[in-house]
């Protein structure tokens, strides 16, 4: 039984796609097409990422000079340091249980 090939498309197939607030993607291709979140769902994420930011910003100090975060825990009103850690180190946080993140992962560029 022998397939048939069809046609590949190309980047000016892609470009005559209509503007339907769907997301068309060519890969190999072929054409993926996914619904584009909108305005809402990207405030969602950036409101949920400023405050895990703020939350973290006594816990945590993050060095991109010095690739390394310094952990700090509050004992009895002051922040006492715990630990400094660097490449492949794991983050990790009792206050959020089950996440793990190699430092160095951070700042991977």
């Known amino acids: 039984m022998t397939a048939k090939i069809e046609p590949l498309l190309t980047v000016a197939d892609l470009d005559a796609c209509p ?7 060519l890969i190999e ?3 993926f097409v996914s619904r584009a979140r909108g305005i809402p769902h990207q405030r969602v994420l950036l409101n949920l990422q400023i405050e895990l930011g703020l939350y973290l910003r006594g816990y945590w100090i993050v060095d991109p000079r010095e690739s390394s975060v310094r952990i700090f825990r509050l004992r009895v009103q002051t922040l006492e340091k715990i630990a400094t850690l660097t490449g492949n180190d794991e983050l990790t946080s009792p206050i959020l249980p089950g996440f793990r993140l190699k430092v160095g992962a951070i700042f991977n560029l």
Do not use: A, Q
């Open 29 to 31: 291709g072929e054409l």
């Open 19 to 25: 503007d339907d607030n769907n997301r068309y993607e």
